[in-house]
Nanobody, 115 residues
Framework: QVQHVESGGGLVQSGGSLRLACQASGITFRTYRMAWYRQAPGKQRELVAG???????NYAEFVKGRFTISRDNAQNTVYLQMNSLTPDDTAVYSC?????????WGRGTLVTVSS
């Protein structure tokens, strides 16, 4: 059974930092591309950052220079370090494991940034 356990969300003041983690089980983690998406209230889900099996990363323009995605294959975990948070970053953040056309989503963790 595939399962993702996301953690690290919460309430933070504007300018603060959070580190999200997503630990996967039930998959051969090192063979999956991992990514973080987010969905703010009333908005569509959008890609935040992705990391390939080789460690190459890509970021949405709105998080470049502020967020960093990384992975630890030994721990089956992908991380999202978020710095300089603003109220516009308030959303549910979800991780996804991708292998060709196969996608496994986590349930998400809520990040709330107060002004």
């Amino acid at each position: 059974q595939v399962q993702h356990v996301e953690s690290g969300g919460g309430l933070v003041q504007s300018g603060g930092s959070l580190r999200l983690a997503c630990q996967a089980s039930g998959i051969t983690f090192r063979t999956y591309r991992m990514a973080w998406y987010r969905q703010a209230p009333g908005k569509q889900r959008e890609l935040v950052a992705g990391i390939t099996t080789e460690g190459s990363t890509n970021y949405a323009e709105f998080v470049k220079g502020r967020f960093t995605i990384s992975r630890d294959n030994a721990q089956n975990t992908v991380y999202l370090q978020m710095n300089s948070l603003t109220p516009d970053d308030t959303a549910v953040y979800s991780c996804i494991a991708q292998f060709y056309t196969v996608n496994y989503w986590g349930r998400g963790t809520l990040v709330t940034v107060s002004s």
